[in-house]
């Protein structure tokens, strides 16, 4: 995994690999392979050949790292933060409800965001905006924020290959946190908290991510109404500056038709008055 990051972090060929299209990718892979091998770099050929044509949410989380750069590092912070909080309040004996909390809201808000932008990429290159796509998405981001593995500089770069799914802490989507992987010698346990006091904690986050489940099919449901209405606002608006311009051109044609009539009218009168004085000459 090391030589293969290396080679994704400093290599501009793979920056432009993956920059392309999932339908894009195989090709170019190819072709970036065969120019490896012909310039004598085998072993560089055979890692490029090793890499996964990326799925359609790899290739979204991708887009993120390079056109949201400042969002992507807010999440990857919060989840680093999220993780280094859970793991105080399993090892400590005081309450550790709080602060677990804030952590897991801000870690769902940069997380949150960064689903945002995913939405506006996808849509932006006609990709369905399925709940499965983005729940990918959304597994793979949260795996990575609060993970420690290597994925973290392969996502900064957006030279991710697969996806992920998280294990043992809450995300945005919601689930029981558990402890992290401990690296104790068999038997032996971390300190966790006296009493009932994790449980109350587990009770505390799933409460919380249920409140936060709720407004955020308020929230979105609140969204998709706002936005019908904008826009039925705006073709009524539309159709009512037609209505107005057309009922301009009305008001014209009326006043031309009224002077129309009168000067036919004078017409008339003119005539009328010379049959009779002839008549009467007769």
């Known amino acids: 995994m090391a030589d293969r990051r290396t080679i994704k972090e400093r290599d501009s060929e793979l920056d432009r690999l993956f920059a392309l299209s999932a339908e894009q990718f195989t090709n170019a892979r190819n072709e970036l392979v065969s120019k490896l091998k012909a310039s004598g770099d085998q072993e560089r050929a055979a890692q490029v050949k090793a890499l996964s044509k ?40 005081d309450s550790q409800v709080e602060l677990l909390r804030g952590a897991v809201q801000s870690e769902r808000q940069a997380l949150g965001d960064l689903i945002r ?71 032996q346990t971390a300190p966790r908290p006296a009493g009932e006091e994790l449980p109350q904690l587990r009770a505390e986050v799933r409460r919380a991510q249920r409140e936060e ?30 209505a107005r311009r057309e009922s301009a051109t009305a008001q014209q044609a009326v006043g031309a038709a009224r002077e129309a009539l009168a000067d036919a009218k004078r017409r008339l009168e003119r005539s009328n008055a010379a049959l009779a004085a002839a008549t009467g000459k007769q």
């Open 117 to 187: 932008a995913a939405e506006e990429i996808l849509a932006n290159a006609g990709h369905p905006r399925s709940a499965s796509l983005l729940g990918r998405i959304e597994s793979t981001l949260h795996a990575i924020a609060t993970g420690n593995g290597a994925e973290r500089e392969l996502l900064r770069a957006g030279h991710l290959d697969r996806e992920l799914q998280a294990v043992g802490f809450p995300s945005a989507a919601g689930g029981v946190p558990t402890a992290p992987s401990s690296s104790h010698a068999a038997g």
């Open 213 to 242: 489940r709720a407004l955020s099919a308020a929230l979105s449901k609140s969204e998709h109404v706002a936005q019908r209405l904008r826009l039925r606002a705006e073709q009524a608006e539309e159709a009512a500056t037609q």
């Open 54 to 93: 990326p799925t359609v949410a790899v290739w979204a989380i991708n887009q993120l790292a390079r056109l949201q750069p400042e969002k992507l590092a807010a999440m990857l912070e919060a989840g680093e933060r999220l993780r280094a909080t859970q793991a105080r309040a399993l090892r400590s004996k």
